[in-house]
């Protein structure tokens, strides 16, 4: 589900290979987004570009795994929304909390 | 002014079954939506809120099928979706249902929303949400919920509700939708 792309100095940049992000692989998205923290010990930024969709169990196992890395002095950043998953991040507000680019390059 | 158009739909409660039924619905909203209303912004609040609608019946009813009502008109779309089910037991909810109409209970809270369920009669609650802070609030992440069901379905829609029928033992939830054509 999720494949790294490359890696940085100080962030992986890693690819959720996705198109429905639901209440069946939000479990599985939080657990291998906290193995790769565990294995690289740097923040990790998703490229969620081929992700459709999210519903409110994935978006949970986001915030967990943000809440994880956070606690650790790390980050997940987000890259490639869709404007429908733009505008979710926006209604519920979590455009305030995460950091969301447009590409890795804006990050690097 | 149109007659108003309602459809009853009867959905398999399933997550395999979601996507599928989202797209159902979503085509018929959109086909029967009133000529001057701009469908690329209601068809981001239906499709969220009947997304968590459907996952929320997956997740609490326990039944194998859920129904669920559409009635557009030209000043609205109202969305009822039905079970004989469990009944909806996150945060006591039901238990609410003793007290007054006009009575408030916090359901959850932090740093970006307040969620409220406010006591409307001896069988329905609606529910609330009131954004917290400002532009310039630090958030406390690790206090940050990570239930987003009915806070997305209650900022999506004009009017979120959940009804209790104890004698028929049936569970609605009642979303409305207003269309003036604002953005969320």
Known sequence: MVSIYKEHDNVLLVKLDIKE???????????????????????IAIDMSA????????????????KHLIAL?????????????????ALTRLDKVFKIYNTFDDIT | ???????????????????SSVQELLDFVI???????????????IEVILIELLTNGIKHAGTKETL?????????INIDKSDF????????????????????????????????AVV??????????????DDDTVIDVSNLMEHFGLLIITKASDNFTYTYNIELGLNTFSVLLVLDGSPF
């Open chain 2, 31 to 45: 086909n029967h939506l009133p000529a001057h209303i701009d469908k690329e912004v209601i068809s981001f609040k």
């Open chain 1, 73 to 89: 002095k790390s980050e997940l950043l987000l890259i490639g929304l869709s404007k429908d998953i733009t505008n979710l991040f």
């Open chain 2, 120 to 133: 409307e009669n001896d069988t329905r609650i609606k529910f609330v949400c009131e954004e917290e802070g």
């Open chain 1, 51 to 66: 992700v459709g969709y999210i519903d409110s169990s994935f978006l949970g196992s986001m915030v967990s795994a943000f």
């Open chain 2, 1 to 19: 002014m149109a007659q108003p158009v309602s459809k009853q739909f009867i959905l398999p409660n399933t997550r395999q079954s979601i996507k």
């Open chain 1, 21 to 43: 992000a639901s209440l069946e692989n939000g479990d599985a998205f939080k657990t291998e987004v906290i193995k790769l923290f565990e294995k690289y010990q740097k923040s």
């Open chain 2, 68 to 76: 669920l009502d559409i009635t557009i008109d030209d000043k609205s």
């Open chain 2, 85 to 116: 089910g469990n009944r909806y037991q996150p945060g006591n909810i039901t238990s609410l249902l003793i007290h007054d109409s006009g009575y408030k209970e916090l359901l959850t809270k932090d740093g970006l929303h307040s969620m409220y």
